[in-house]
């Protein structure tokens, strides 16, 4: 089936109006976007923030009638400048494929999908199997990256690992396969706990990794190394308890930080943890540390 998208620019105090209007005319499905394409990074939780200028993208079935919706939306929402495409039908299964294949990080570690060939990548290779998913961190962002290097330059083996803020798992299971001897993987969002779940049984992990969710009771022990890759509020929030999970000497790896945020975050940690070291890429931040005694 093909659909018909129907895309327009609007100001932020419009938003509700036009999208109850677009349901009401037949709209499956709206997206948002800022009309100049500007990121929000950090919202409060439970609010959906939008930009001074939002671009609105409504798809329709392809037999719907475009003067009666144009004529509609200048109606009610004063809205007159808009226009439609055409979206062929695809196999959208297949268009992810496309955009998603095998990436390395560091010198031996590679995220490989499941339709690529692992008979290509190099020998010796150390491999995480994982597929574009609904939760965070399959590589393609700059703070999983960030996190990947740090572990492939520096194996976690024998180490007690603790993945806070797990996503989709990808560096608890990198920390396994490169060496850790027991992952705790938390996170605090329901998909995200199952989907590393899955991606853990994937990678055959299981007797390495322990999933769990943030709120179940458990004394999660002193850990060798924990890596956190959120954002600035959380890490500044959860610093006391960082500094209570990691044994003395035990090592601190942070991402999710902007480069505008990473005072904040090194005068925050400085008071629990030395020798602190920052990495970037683009305009994301990593901070690695070591616990004072």
Sequence with gaps: MDWIQLSLQIERNQADLVSEVLMGLGSISITYSDAFDNAIYEPPVGHMPLWENVTINALFHSDLNQKDIKATLLEIC??????????????????????????????SLWICPSWEKQAQLPIGAVVINMNPGLAFGTGTHQTTELCLQYLDANPPKNLNVIDFGCGTGVLAIAAAK???????????????VHATRENVADNQCENIITTMHSEEESDFGKCDLLVANILTNPLIELVSLFAKLVRPNGLLVLSGILK????MIVNCYAQYFSNLEISSKDEWCRVCGTRKY
Excluded: S, Y
């Design 260 to 263: 505008e945020q990473i005072d």
């Design 78 to 107: 004063n809205v007159e400048v808009l226009t439609f495409n055409l979206l062929k039908d695809r196999v959208w299964e297949e268009e992810c494929k496309k955009d998603f294949h095998a990436m390395q990080f560091g010198k």
């Design 178 to 192: 490169l060496g850790a001897k027991i992952v705790l993987a938390i996170d605090n969002d329901p998909q995200a």
